[in-house]
């Protein structure tokens, strides 16, 4: 959330011409981050869901780090900047890809069913 609002920031001072370009796609997928996290985080009673839901947070985040590149190359941000942009989500792909290699770790151990004894049977 924090580095979402880091890039927010940031794309505040970009050209008026980049509004419905690259500041609406760089503002979108640093958002999408947080977001997918905050959905897979409810999901995680299901391995399979959560996990999915990570790897969709890992691959905005990678379109993130795309998105700061070019605003670095176009000049809409300066190399300091950018650098501790891409280094706050380096650090978040390296937890993302932490959690999808190891969900166990983050997921409830689902509880054993309770027997239920079949009905007997009436005659």
Not at 102 to 118: L, Y
Request: with cysteine; aromatic share 8%.
């Amino acid at each position: 959330m924090d580095t979402a609002m880091e890039v927010y920031a940031h794309t505040k001072h970009f050209p008026a011409s980049e509004l419905y370009s690259l500041t609406d796609q760089i503002r979108r997928s640093s958002r999408s981050v947080a977001a997918n996290i905050a959905e897979a985080w409810r999901k995680r009673r299901y391995p399979a869901a959560f996990v999915c839901k990570l790897n969709d947070a890992e691959g905005e985040a990678s379109e993130t780090q795309t998105h700061i590149e070019f605003a670095l190359r176009c000049g809409y941000i300066s190399e300091t900047p950018a650098k501790e942009l891409d280094a706050h989500y380096e650090e978040i792909l390296s937890m993302l890809v932490t959690m999808i290699n190891s969900p166990e770790k983050w997921t409830p151990t689902p509880s054993p069913r309770p027997r239920v004894s079949p009905s007997p049977r009436l005659s």
